[in-house]
């Protein structure tokens, strides 16, 4: 068995450690005996989304969101929507989860078109959300793992959610989407967008295993579901981070 990640503008999309994530979901696998592989896709790439099983996306500043949004829309936009439609599964960090959005308006009113891929729209703000944060997912109580996403968020952007996407979790310290409706991230069909960043899966193994069982569940259709690793470390590592934020 084998999961195929893509990973988009590794090279400009970095922040904080993002990769991490990667790495989280990779170990995870390799853990299990499942192969994992990690394709970059950049600049001037094309986008194949029959090559993935899930695709990973990581936060940037405004600079980077001016310097690739039109490669992004013009050159993969299509196959991502689509790939969105299709419901393969997409993890986006901050700047990568505004973009799949469908617009991020600067602080001075200039806009960054987005896909419009998932329907939030974000807009930035002088004062940034800046922290530590502790979140409530519970949909992950369907899957039998812990609910509580631990965190770190840097965003100016307030991001709003339309009607037919679900925040990730409910905020239980930090500043979440915008600071004022006390959602935190989205679902749309497999889309996963979050402003927890480069931490985000080493901090929450639960939320890496639901990614790639979703994802293999996709490929393999008589795939029953991950086994339990021993997360021991982890655990500790996550009830200190709690205790230190609440
Ligand atoms: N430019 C975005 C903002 O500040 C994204 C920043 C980020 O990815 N940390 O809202």
Known sequence: ??????????????????????LTLKQRCLWRGIDCTITAVSLGDAFAAERFDLVF?????????NLLYEDLLEQKGDAIREAVEADKVFLCICGGYQLMGQFYEE???HRIA????????????????IGNTLHQA?????????????????????TYLGEQVKPLAIVRKGGGNNGED?????????????????????KNPAVADHLIETALKQRYKDFKGLENLDDTFAEHARNHLINCAE
């Open 138 to 158: 519970n949909w992950l109580a369907e899957d039998g793992r812990d609910t509580t996403l631990v965190g770190f968020e840097n965003h100016s952007g307030r």
């Open 57 to 65: 996306m990581g936060g940037g500043q405004d600079y980077e969101q």
């Open 1 to 22: 068995m084998e999961l195929r990640i893509c990973h988009l503008y590794p090279d400009l999309l970095n922040l904080y450690g993002d990769r991490g994530n990667l």
């Open 182 to 202: 006390r959602t935190e991230g989205a679902i749309y069909k497999n889309v996963y967008g979050t402003y927890s960043h480069g931490s985000f899966l080493p």
């Open 107 to 109: 602080q001075d009113g």
């Open 114 to 129: 987005g896909l419009g891929a998932i329907d939030v729209w974000t807009i930035g703000r002088p004062n940034r959300l």
